[in-house]
């Protein structure tokens, strides 16, 4: 079993709190130091994510990714405006305003959210996809700073292109070379202006991003169900942008909602520390969500989002639902709700998602596409509706609307949250209740993932693996029925293996992010066979580290 910190759900002292002022002066007079593989620019899963006290997330790195990001959209003729915000971390704050440098020097057009308004990722896609249907030419891209869910320490940079969803990894591959190009020059090259005369361009307009959002609400949610229920729901923003969204969303639906913590604050001191003793804002955790979790008997709902809010938590009397468990029935939901839907829309989910989702598919008959880790392998199937739903199983999540269009290409925590309060309104039963509805016919599963340290010799012999190279027979005392190191949805290497029988399954696959190795481990047959399941993942992982 995973081991969790002793302090794990409790709240943090004045004494565990990030240093600010230190952290953000380090973000503009410390320098990376390109000679040093951790301290050049480096886009994994989420984009370039770091810290300014690592000399990983700097100024520096910031000009020159954003240069790097003007040259792909010269290269490419996207000379429509490109929409840039950012989330609650303090660093978010400063890249924002290095980045808006470089982007006016370059003669883009921004558009920016109102002066002391934060930016949701979900917000930024639908914005870039409204702008963009119809169009061919003058198309939007856009910036979000963010680095999710991650510490207060980190700072993070994704780059959304016209299809609104995250970079494809060969646009992030050019992006990343191009930028640690410019930092071996010590950034010769990069255009810079001054942030008063970048804030003061007729290049820089500001856009509504949730006022846009909030009016659209009703192509892709059933508001009036909502509203009419009169379903108590309780949020917590986690401190992120998610906060300014939701007193319009209660004022403009008349629904009931109470935002249980209004705080902005860099330090994230009203975030319980995590399952390994950090502050993490993740939504999906019962560590960080043990502050909203005693008070879910005052809510018929409770509901959270992760600081830039493209994840969802989602409370009900039973306590936090495991994100799998919601997604599954948020699937069974859709597909039963959504009748304009394309008839061969499937069930968009990565491989390391529940296979709940599977027998679901087969249930509601549709199809399930199956992709690597990563939401941007959603995006084309949610832009030409080979998906009606997008899934991972981090809490991340996306679907189209009701007639069948995209409403976002990146994850969108809000949308999922109001999904809950309407399969709650519509169904009489909260979606802990639906999915024990749910399991009593397809089977419950038990699911859990264990982290092993990882090198670049674990990732390289990951990565080769074949699987013809995989000599299991047994997987937990049940025959193997198949062995992958591709994606069956769309055939794209996987970085590792993932190996199913009948009653269950396992996956490895390295961190696009940190050292270390993921193992997923999913059961239909209960706790005993699951940790046999884990000892046959990580005696494979062992044999495959000695040979």
Same mark, same amino acid.
């Given at each position: ?9 409790e709240f ?11 952290l ?46 003007c ?18 971390h ?10 808006l ?28 996809l ?7 030419t ?28 995250p ?7 050019l992006i990343e070379?191009?930028?640690?190009a410019?930092l071996?020059k ?13 804030l ?12 846009s ?33 939701w007193?319009?969303?209660a ?18 001191? +009203? /975030? %319980?520390?995590?399952?390994? #003793?950090?502050i993490?804002?993740? =939504?999906?955790?019962p560590?960080?969500? $043990?502050? @909203?979790l ?7 709902l ?5 600081p830039?809010?493209d994840?969802?938590?989602?409370v009900t ?8 468990h919601?997604?599954s ?21 990565t491989?390391?998602?529940s ?22 392998? +959603? /995006? %084309?199937?949610?832009?030409? #509706?080979?998906?009606?739903?997008? =899934? ?5 999540? $996306?679907? @189209? ?47 859990q ?24 027979k047994?997987?937990?005392?049940s ?8 994606? %069956? ?17 396992f ?8 050292p ?18 884990q ?13």
């Amino acid at each position: 079993m995973p081991v969790v910190h002793a302090r794990a759900g409790e709240f943090p002292t004045p004494e565990d709190l990030e240093n600010i002022p230190v952290l953000v002066s380090a973000y503009f007079t410390e320098y990376p130091n390109p000679a040093v593989p951790a301290q050049r620019v480096s886009f994994g899963t989420s984009g370039h994510r770091g810290s300014s006290l690592l000399q990983t997330f700097n100024e520096e790195h910031i000009y020159a990714i954003t240069q790097a990001v003007c040259d792909y959209r010269k290269a490419n003729g996207i000379d429509g405006p490109l929409f840039l915000g950012g989330d609650t971390h303090a660093l978010s704050e400063a890249a924002f305003r290095s980045a808006l440098e470089v982007l006016v020097a370059n003669d883009v057009q921004v558009r920016i959210a109102p002066t002391g308004m934060y930016t949701a990722t979900p917000a930024i896609s639908h914005a870039i996809l409204s702008w963009n249907a119809g169009r061919v030419t003058a198309l939007a891209d856009g910036i979000v700073i963010t680095p999710s869910h991650n510490p207060p320490r980190d700072g993070g940079f994704k780059y959304n292109p016209p299809h609104g969803g995250p970079a494809e990894t060969h646009v992030t591959d050019l992006i990343e070379k191009n930028a640690n190009a410019y930092l071996e020059k010590g950034n010769r090259g990069v255009q810079l202006t001054h942030l008063r005369a970048a804030l003061s361009s007729p290049l820089v307009e500001e856009y509504d991003f949730i006022g846009s959002y909030v009016a659209d609400l009703p192509k892709v949610l059933n508001m009036k169900a909502i509203a009419a229920s009169g379903l108590r729901l309780g949020v917590d923003p986690l401190g992120g942008a998610s906060l300014q969204m939701w007193e319009p969303i209660a004022e403009t639906y008349g629904i009931d909602i109470t935002v249980v913590n209004k705080a902005v604050d860099p330090t994230f001191r +009203f /975030v %319980p520390f995590d399952k390994d #003793g950090k502050i993490r804002m993740d =939504c999906s955790s019962p560590y960080a969500m $043990s502050g @909203l979790l005693h008070m879910r008997d005052r809510f018929d709902l409770a509901v959270a989002c992760d600081p830039d809010s493209d994840r969802h938590g989602i409370v009900t009397s039973q306590g936090l639902m495991n994100p799998n468990h919601f997604l599954s029935v948020a699937a069974w939901y859709l597909f039963r709700t959504r009748d304009a839907w394309p008839v061969d829309a499937g069930i968009g989910k990565t491989l390391v998602t529940s296979a709940l989702l599977d027998r679901v598919g087969q249930d509601i008959k549709r199809p399930v596409v199956e992709v690597p880790v990563g939401f941007k392998w +959603f /995006v %084309p199937y949610l832009l030409n #509706g080979r998906c009606g739903l997008g =899934c991972e199983e981090s809490a991340g999540a $996306s679907f @189209l609307c009701f007639d069948g269009s995209p409403w976002s290409t990146d994850k969108d925590g809000p949308l999922m949250c109001l999904l809950a309060a309407e399969m709650m309104a519509v169904e009489q039963a909260s979606p802990s209740e639906l999915y024990e509805k749910l399991t009593a016919r397809l089977g419950s599963p038990v699911y859990q993932r264990l982290d092993a340290p990882a090198d670049d010799q674990v990732r390289a012999k990951l990565k080769a693996l074949t699987p013809e190279s995989v000599d299991m027979k047994e997987l937990g005392g049940s025959p193997v029925t198949e062995v992958i190191t591709r994606a %069956p949805g769309n055939d794209a290497p996987i970085g590792g293996v993932k190996v199913s029988s009948a009653d269950g399954w396992f996956a490895v696959r390295p961190s696009g992010t940190e050292p270390i190795c993921k193992v997923y481990t999913e059961s239909f047959k209960g706790e005993e066979h699951l940790n046999d399941m884990q000892k046959d993942a990580i005696d494979f992982l062992d044999r495959l580290l000695k040979s």
